[in-house]
């Protein structure tokens, strides 16, 4: 019984997927395509072994964006779907996406969420 209280709160996940910077347009609309309401861009750069290029003589680091999107766990696997259809990401360097479970969750007032309850 308290194990499906604790339940009824994990109802989101976080997606997170991490492209070339420019990128970011083509992952929103695909994920709105699939479902999702909005999302949060991050601009970054990259830190992995083969990220840093020369160009006469000087290190490059490639800039990325990273994009967070919360969504319903019953519609996460069609968001990432269809992220990876548009940007190509069964293709190398395109960038990545993955998930995570997400806890608790405040400030979405659209949504018309109530968790006083619980």
């Not at 997927?17 to 990259?46: K, Q, S």
């Amino acid at each position: 019984m308290m194990s499906e209280k604790l339940d009824d709160y994990k109802m989101f996940d976080l997606i997170i997927t991490v492209v070339n910077r420019g990128f970011d347009d083509v992952v929103m609309d695909a994920a709105r395509t699939a479902g999702a309401t909005g999302g949060t861009v991050l601009h970054a750069r990259g830190a992995g072994v083969h990220e840093a290029e020369k160009f006469f003589g000087i290190s490059i680091q490639p800039e990325k964006d990273v994009i967070l999107i919360l969504a319903r766990r019953e519609d996460k696997k069609q968001i990432m779907h269809a992220i990876r259809n548009e940007v190509g990401l069964n293709k190398e360097g395109r960038g990545l996406s993955f998930s995570l479970p997400v806890e608790d969750v405040c400030g979405i007032v659209h949504m018309d969420l109530d968790f006083k309850d619980k």
